[in-house]
């Protein structure tokens, strides 16, 4: 690649992040395609099914392995994963009202409406007791970033972090999509038993949506903090199911939209 700082031009190889399709099947039919960086494969469709409704928990998935897809040399892709649904665990009708096809910059495109995806959590959000320290929160997204080895190495990925009330980081994953990211996180923690995620803070290094919200709110995390802006179907949301909606957290503050009470704050104006 060509170089280009002020005068300076240089030319030199350059690391930049994978993206590749990731097709999900259920029992050999074709639910969803989603742009990914590989790695963690399994983690992102466990968390995909359950944020979109089709599981509820690990005990609905018999299995899942990647299927025969081959490159040009005949060499698996490893880029379709088809998953066994338990038996009594019926497959959604994709042919009513969704399209699960999702890209890497936003993973609703393609959906009929905002009725189509707003999946009820079957977790009470807004029950979580959970008090979060401000000098914690402010943390975050330093560790968030100390944590990011491949941004490090490539600056173009996203990365969503799962932290405890107290800011010790549990699990982080980095993706070319912030809602692979999330899937990710979610279900590495499906995967060992831990949804519902009470207590916990979800950390994405860029702005909270809808959708990251609405997957929040089906793992059952209390917390969603965000480096930068949130929407306002991701403000509404928040107020509906219980959560706790932060955004432009960074430096020495924060903007808190939703549940503020489950922020401890000091006593100041």
Do not use: W
Not at 98 to 117: E, M, Q, Y
Not at 120 to 149: F, G, I, K, W, Y
């Amino acid at each position: 690649m060509l170089r280009i700082r002020g005068p300076v031009r240089t030319t030199r190889p350059d690391t930049v992040a994978a993206e590749e399709p990731l097709e999900i099947r259920l029992n050999g039919a074709p639910l969803a395609v989603t742009m990914r960086t590989p790695g963690a494969d399994f983690d992102l469709v466990h968390g995909f099914l359950a944020t979109e409704g089709v599981i509820a928990g690990i005990e609905d998935v018999a299995g899942l392995r990647y299927c025969n897809s081959v490159d040009d040399e005949g060499r698996n892709t490893y880029n379709v994963v088809d998953v066994d649904l338990a038996p009594g665990v019926e497959p959604p009708d994709t042919a009513l009202d969704r399209n699960f096809l999702t890209s890497s910059s936003c993973g609703v495109c393609g959906k009929a409406s905002i009725d189509a995806i707003r999946t009820r959590t079957r977790h009470d959000v807004a029950a979580d007791a959970t008090r979060l320290e401000l000098a914690t929160l402010l943390a975050l997204p330093d560790r968030l970033r100390a944590a990011q080895e491949v941004f490090t190495k490539t600056g173009g990925l996203h990365a969503a972090g799962l932290f405890t009330a107290d800011g010790e980081l549990v699990v982080l994953r980095e993706d070319v999509g912030r809602h692979n990211a999330v899937d990710k996180v979610i279900g590495d923690a499906l995967r060992a038993g831990r949804v519902p995620l009470t207590g916990h803070v979800l950390m994405v290094s860029g702005r909270a949506s809808f959708e990251l919200t609405q997957k929040a709110a089906m793992a059952g995390i209390p917390v969603l903090a965000a480096v930068s802006a949130p929407s306002s179907l991701a403000v509404e949301l928040a107020a509906d199911v219980g959560i706790t909606l932060v955004g432009f957290l960074r430096g020495d503050g924060c903007n808190v939209y939703t549940r503020q009470e489950r922020l401890v704050l000091d006593e100041q104006a």
